[in-house]
């Protein structure tokens, strides 16, 4: 089952577990590679992942930080699903 790359405006197709194609993996930097690579997996059994505030936080991170060297200085992706799934995770957090 294929979906679709996360980041900004683009629409390539990834492997079922990839979180963005190839190209746009690249410009993720190594820490946050290496962070969502390690949490995914500590998560992947439960879905633990989908309320890991440090998994979910490094894919807002790359995601944001691809969509500025994208689109420019101050531009944000924008709330896309890890934004969401951060925010719901953090006010479970502090409930
Ligand atoms: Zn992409």
Known sequence: MNRF???FKCG???QSG????PNHWRMVPVA???TINARYRA???NFGFLSDLVYLQACVDAIDGIARSEFGA???A???SYHRLLRVAQRKATT
């Open 78 to 80: 924008g709330p896309g």
């Open 74 to 76: 101050g531009h944000q």
């Open 32 to 34: 946050t590679q290496q």
């Open 43 to 45: 998560g992947r059994a």
């Open 18 to 21: 990839r979180f963005l194609c």
């Open 12 to 14: 390539a197709t990834v």
């Open 5 to 7: 790359c996360d980041a």
